[in-house]
């Protein structure tokens, strides 16, 4: 998980609550991404940066906005969070220099709507 | 669209090979990688492969890619208990913008 911090760690809401998950690199990656991920479903990609200034949906970005700092920070935020947005959210940053790849997983939050 | 599956679990015995599939449906896929997940922690990229290639060997990994039948594969071998993890296989097609996506992932078991 070397380079990509993500805060908090753990966190309760109650349903309606709004909250923000930091992501933050220090590899000067251009892309950067945010998952869940629930038993038996994998991954799912939820937003994604490919570079500074640029933000795309991803499989299931309903209930979820992002924002692109800078360079070094991508941020998710749930507006009215739900019961059905309790998971464990993974940020990553993926630099591609010519054949080298790069990618880096922040450790996740874990975060329960009840 | 891009979906990437995967078989949910393996078990096989230490010292033994394991191997996980995966098969994914955009044929324009440019780059795919094998990842693990130990309990409670984040995803440890394992190694990749570029579209153009047939296999690529890493110590004891090997990925085998048919990309006629879209299928991608890793092998273990000497499979030892640190081995035992959730591994996702996941692909970044071409022109989509390094958008990557996951596969279901694989629960491998090592039993002595």
């Known amino acids: 998980n070397a380079g990509v911090t993500q805060t908090p760690k753990f966190q309760v809401l109650k349903t309606g609550q709004s909250m923000t998950l930091q992501c933050a690199q220090d590899m000067n990656h251009n892309s950067m991404y945010w998952y869940r991920q629930d038993p038996g479903m994998g991954l799912r990609l939820i937003y994604y940066s490919a570079s500074e200034g640029t933000t795309d949906k991803g499989e299931v970005p309903n209930g979820y906005n992002v924002s692109r700092l800078n360079k070094r920070e991508f941020s998710l935020r749930l507006e009215s969070a739900a019961p059905s947005q309790t998971s464990v959210y993974f940020c990553?940053?993926?630099?591609?220099?010519?054949?080298?790849?790069?990618?880096?997983f922040g450790p996740g939050t874990r975060l329960t709507v009840t | 669209g891009e979906d990437v599956e995967q078989s949910l679990f393996l078990s096989v015995r230490e010292g033994d090979s394991s191997v996980i599939n995966c098969t994914y449906t955009d044929s324009s896929s440019t780059y795919l990688y094998w990842y693990k997940q130990e309990p409670g922690a984040g995803l440890q990229l394992l190694t990749y492969?570029?579209?153009?290639?047939d296999m690529k060997q890493d110590q004891r990994l090997t990925v085998l890619l048919n990309k006629k039948d879209k299928h991608l594969s890793l092998r273990i071998a000497d499979t030892q208990t640190g081995d035992s993890a959730i591994y996702f296989c996941?692909?970044?097609?071409?022109?989509?913008?390094?958008?990557?996506?996951f596969g279901t992932g694989t629960q491998l078991k090592v039993e002595l």
């Open positions: 996941a692909e970044i097609p071409t022109g989509g913008g390094n958008k990557l996506t």
């Open positions: 990553a940053s993926i630099g591609f220099e010519g054949a080298v790849h790069e990618q880096y």
């Open positions: 492969i570029f579209s153009n290639m």
